[in-house]
T-cell receptor
Framework: GQQLNQSPQSMFIQEGEDVSMNCTSSSIFNTWLWYKQEPGEGPVLLIALYKAGELTSNGRLTAQFGITRKDSFLNISASIPSDVGIYFCAGPQYYGGSQGNLIFGKGTKLSVKP | EAGVTQSPTHLIKTRGQQATLRCSPISGHTSVYWYQQALGLGLQFLLWYDEGEERNRGNFPPRFSGRQFPNYSSELNVNALELEDSALYLC???????????FGPGTRLLVL
């Protein structure tokens, strides 16, 4: 079945550094989503990508939809302490041509040292 | 606009009991999804409801069930609770069968 491989599993960085994480799949996805989850809360949608090669920004966050449609990248520039959390990539599972539930990567846990 | 809401926030049960978790989607959203997030296991898809019908279920036993009401809110029922059912249960909604899903804060279930 479809699986998403997300790396790295965790990152411990200094405030002000840039962060890069990625997600790969053996299957093609038509949509890539990036969520952030803080402790005790549900995931919050950060960026949605709908087209191969698309590069989309949301403040200091930039995500790209890989040209092969089998990968996606999320970059965070000039990290700050509130960036702490777990970042998940996700893609839709398809049923008979219709989108259904999401499949998630295992997450990248980001820790930022002030 | 109110987001996805879930109740209760926390639930403590003992083995063998039944748990009922509730979800209210964003106004106008007709699809509701349930996910289980157990420690160290990531988000696992449980159930998907759209327009009152169960559209798909994940790889979970039949003691995980649910329903969607005419107002599109949803209930997740877990029967014969086991210790490994302890997890954060997340509900998400979307406007119809779209991939962009918005999550609620979750219900943390602890089975003792």
């Amino acid at each position: 079945g479809q699986q998403l491989n997300q790396s790295p599993q965790s990152m411990f960085i200094q405030e002000g550094e840039d962060v890069s994480m990625n997600c790969t799949s053996s299957s093609i996805f038509n949509t890539w989503l990036w969520y952030k989850q803080e402790p005790g809360e549900g995931p919050v949608l950060l960026i949605a990508l709908y087209k191969a090669g698309e590069l989309t920004s949301n403040g200091r966050l930039t995500a790209q939809f890989g040209i092969t449609r089998k990968d996606s990248f999320l970059n965070i520039s000039a990290s700050i302490p509130s960036d702490v959390g777990i970042y998940f990539c996700a893609g839709p599972q398809y049923y008979g041509g219709s989108q259904g539930n999401l499949i998630f990567g295992k997450g990248t846990k980001l820790s930022v040292k002030p | 606009e109110a987001g996805v809401t879930q109740s209760p926030t926390h639930l403590i049960k003992t083995r063998g009991q039944q748990a009922t978790l509730r979800c209210s989607p964003i106004s106008g959203h007709t699809s509701v999804y349930w996910y289980q997030q157990a420690l160290g296991l990531g988000l696992q898809f449980l159930l998907w409801y759209d327009e009152g019908e169960e559209r798909n279920r994940g790889n979970f036993p039949p003691r995980f069930s649910g329903r969607q009401f005419p107002n599109y809110s949803s209930e997740l029922n877990v029967n014969a609770l086991e210790l490994e059912d302890s997890a954060l249960y997340l509900c998400a909604s979307s406007p119809g069968q779209q991939e962009t899903q918005y999550f609620g804060p979750g219900t943390r279930l602890l089975v003792l």
